[in-house]
């Protein structure tokens, strides 16, 4: 059993706008580029701390220098400019729609930097570097230059799948995939499991696959089909969420179960002892060895002391059923 998160973490907290006013200080250039540069060093490495002081055993980055899901990965990219404000799912979020205007390809490494920093701070504890999925990231970009979507989605797939193998060859183990798209497009099956094997070819890292924002009720014959070895899932979302049937029916002996049990979405603090239960029947299902405990989507929906909170109350949960 392991607890970790999904990917982002909140940036600025009411005690803390270091960030925020950075960011300010260099659009109105009176702050050089090296200088932001440390400045998202060191929120970085607090969103981590703040993470280990949690109890989180696998953590993230925060993805502290992301705007959004989209934006920072694209910019790394030729054959991309920056375009409208999008709502992001049904949350009070949006994203910087990237447009694509030429045949893409890496400018330069898309996490590999971030991940070997954030490994150095992480105080010996493993941090997944978290990519959104090929194709999420394809799916909310216009499209102004391929042929048809399909091109689009396996060029994305295949530089993936070059920044993937980068990983893996400095040290990864595990690379997360986050694809809540795929749970919204189950007549696309067919183009994003190919996108995903594409992302995944002949990289030696294993990878997570984490879904949000609904059940994979729609597509779960595909979904654990996919050659990935962590199946994330948000146990949250909707009123009549289903994954629970599902992980009860018929889960996968050679996966490992992301256990999204935290509404990272709701500052409302969930009971320990509940939280137990689910993590007690969890257990019970897959293996206490095939479980990864987390918050349903990312924290960043969350204020800061709110998000840490959630953290707390879930290693509490875990540590109490770990002790039975």
């Known amino acids: 059993m392991v607890i970790t998160v999904v990917d982002n973490y909140p940036k600025i907290s009411e005690q803390d706008q270091r960030?925020?006013?950075?960011?300010?200080?260099?659009?109105?250039?009176?702050?050089?580029?090296?200088?932001?540069?440390?400045?998202?060093?060191?929120?970085?490495?607090q969103a981590i701390a703040e993470q280990i002081d949690a109890g989180v055993e696998l953590l993230t980055d925060g993805q502290i220098r992301w705007d959004d899901a989209l934006s920072y990965l694209a910019r790394k990219l030729e054959g991309t400019q920056r375009g409208g404000l999008l709502r992001w799912f049904d949350n009070n979020f949006y994203f910087r729609q990237p447009v694509i205007v030429g045949k893409l390809s890496r400018k330069e490494p898309l996490l590999l930097k971030d991940w070997l920093k954030a490994s150095q701070w992480a105080n010996n504890l493993p941090v997944k570097p978290v990519l959104t999925g090929p194709y999420t990231f394809a799916k909310f970009c216009l499209?102004?230059?391929?042929?048809?979507?399909?091109?689009?989605?396996?060029?994305?797939?295949?530089?993936?799948?070059?920044?993937?193998?980068?990983?893996?060859?400095?040290?990864?183990?595990?690379?997360?995939?986050s694809e809540p798209a795929i749970l919204f497009h189950p007549e696309e099956a067919q183009i994003w499991t190919e996108a995903i094997k594409r992302t995944t070819e002949g990289v030696k890292a294993e990878f997570a696959l984490y879904?949000?924002?609904?059940?994979?009720?729609?597509?779960?014959?595909?979904?654990?089909?996919?050659?990935?070895?962590?199946?994330?899932?948000?146990?949250?979302?909707?009123?009549?969420?289903?994954?629970?049937?599902?992980?009860?029916?018929?889960?996968?002996?050679?996966?490992?179960?992301?256990?999204?049990?935290?509404?990272?979405?709701?500052?409302?603090?969930?009971?320990?002892?509940?939280?137990?239960?689910?993590?007690?029947?969890?257990?019970?299902?897959?293996?206490?060895?095939?479980?990864?405990?987390?918050?349903?989507?990312?924290?960043?929906?969350?204020?800061?002391a709110d998000a840490k909170r959630k953290l707390e109350t879930l290693a509490a949960a875990v540590k109490k059923v770990r002790m039975k």
Do not use: M
Not at 153 to 159: E, G, H, Q
Not at 211 to 224: M, N
């Open 211 to 304: 879904t949000f924002f609904a059940d994979a009720s729609k597509i779960w014959d595909v979904l654990i089909q996919l050659p990935v070895k962590i199946i994330g899932l948000d146990f949250c979302s909707g009123e009549e969420n289903r994954n629970f049937e599902l992980v009860k029916s018929d889960f996968p002996q050679d996966k490992v179960l992301g256990f999204g049990i935290v509404d990272a979405r709701n500052i409302k603090p969930e009971p320990i002892d509940e939280l137990a239960k689910q993590i007690e029947w969890a257990a019970s299902i897959v293996g206490a060895e095939r479980l990864h405990v987390s918050p349903n989507c990312g924290l960043e929906f969350l204020p800061r």
């Open 143 to 177: 499209n102004q230059h391929y042929g048809s979507f399909g091109d689009l989605l396996f060029d994305v797939a295949s530089i993936w799948n070059e920044e993937a193998k980068a990983l893996s060859d400095a040290g990864a183990t595990l690379i997360q995939l």
């Open 19 to 45: 960030l925020r006013r950075a960011i300010a200080t260099w659009e109105d250039g009176k702050l050089s580029d090296d200088e932001l540069e440390r400045v998202y060093d060191e929120v970085t490495q």
